[in-house]
């Protein structure tokens, strides 16, 4: 268990003047309310941002560590990335910044971070309490509020209460293997990701799948279905332009060589599908395609069909459809 952060009333809804310059971002910070007032592309946003980080562990392997270093507040019909969204949110909400690190003896060099409103750890909480009741029990879930919702120090409770939460959810595999966490962990940047593949805008769709492969390479194993099937979802859309993401051939080899030694029958229906995309962006890239046509003729001579069927990305869509046009 982690100590909770404390945080004091902040001076979020007083409207204090701010510099008016939306060609950078300007700030105003008081360091006793841990509040910071930003102005970005003409979109004030009230930012609530943690006093400490949390402690490294002290000896032992890497531990996987969750932690929500800043909040911001956003006004009504502003997305997170500061875009108008129109009408469709008429109320200011809170997103929080779920970063995840697995520390050693030093801080993890890579850490991967999303942003979840309550109402995603509110979603994921009541679908595990309806599914699994037993295992989630003793978890104290903050509950809604109708006054207060924006001050330092529900919002520094919430955090805490947050952290915590992600830290027991994980070391029970019941509840860490569940769909409801899946959908957590990457439901949103997966679907905005295949919506852009369906729109053919595959380089945006990348950085997407990029850091939802950063994010459950943290948690699962390398060789878990959820893991293998979002890198081979990776490779699909670093291949499927006219000419290759620089990245592909880098996510296309560790897809090969994570596909070593898999036994699970289900994600083996990928594997011919990932040898053909591999040998032909090495055609592309003029490499020696000697080693991949020889495991593919291997394959043929087991009486498994290596020609003619399905491609990656269609391979993927039978097993986790999708948005993407196949």
């Avoid at 291997?298 to 990305?313: D, F, H, N, S, Y």
């Amino acid at each position: 268990m982690h100590r909770a952060v404390v945080g004091h009333r902040s001076d979020m809804e007083n409207g204090d003047p701010i510099e008016d310059d939306v060609d950078s971002s300007t700030e105003a910070f008081d360091q006793s309310t841990l509040s910071i007032k930003t102005q970005t592309k003409g979109t004030v946003q009230d930012i609530w941002q943690r006093p400490t980080r949390r402690p490294l562990p002290v000896e032992g392997e890497a531990e996987l560590c969750f932690e929500i270093p800043l909040a911001r507040i956003l006004p009504p019909g502003t997305a997170a990335d500061g875009a108008t969204i129109g009408s469709s949110s008429s109320k200011k909400y809170v997103v929080y910044e779920v970063n995840v690190r697995k520390d050693g003896p030093g801080p993890d060099p890579h850490p991967t971070s999303v942003e979840r409103r309550y109402t995603h750890f509110l979603k994921l909480y009541e679908g595990l309490r309806k599914d699994h009741p037993a295992a989630v029990q003793t978890i104290n879930f903050p509950k809604k509020v109708l006054m207060g919702n924006f001050s330092a120090e529900l919002i520094a409770d919430r955090s805490a209460a947050f952290e915590s939460f992600l830290d027991h959810l994980v070391t029970v595999p019941l509840l860490r293997e569940s769909e409801h966490f899946l959908e957590f962990l990457q439901g949103d940047e997966l679907r905005n990701a295949c919506q852009l593949l369906d729109e053919r805008r595959n380089e945006l769709a990348v950085p997407l799948l990029e850091n939802c492969f950063r994010l459950l390479n943290k948690i699962f194993l390398d060789k878990s279905k959820c893991v293998l099937l979002l890198l081979c979802r990776l490779v699909a859309a670093c291949t499927t332009s006219p000419i290759p993401h620089p990245s592909a051939e880098q996510w296309a080899e560790l897809a090969l060589r994570r596909y070593e030694h898999v036994c699970d029958t289900e994600l083996l229906v990928l594997y011919i599908p990932l040898l053909q995309t591999c040998l032909h962006l090495w055609w592309q890239r003029g490499r020696d395609r000697t080693l991949l046509e020889e495991r593919l003729n291997e394959m043929g001579k087991k009486g498994i069909k290596v020609k003619g069927g399905p491609t990656l990305a269609q391979s993927i869509h039978a097993l986790d459809p999708r948005a993407e046009t196949i």
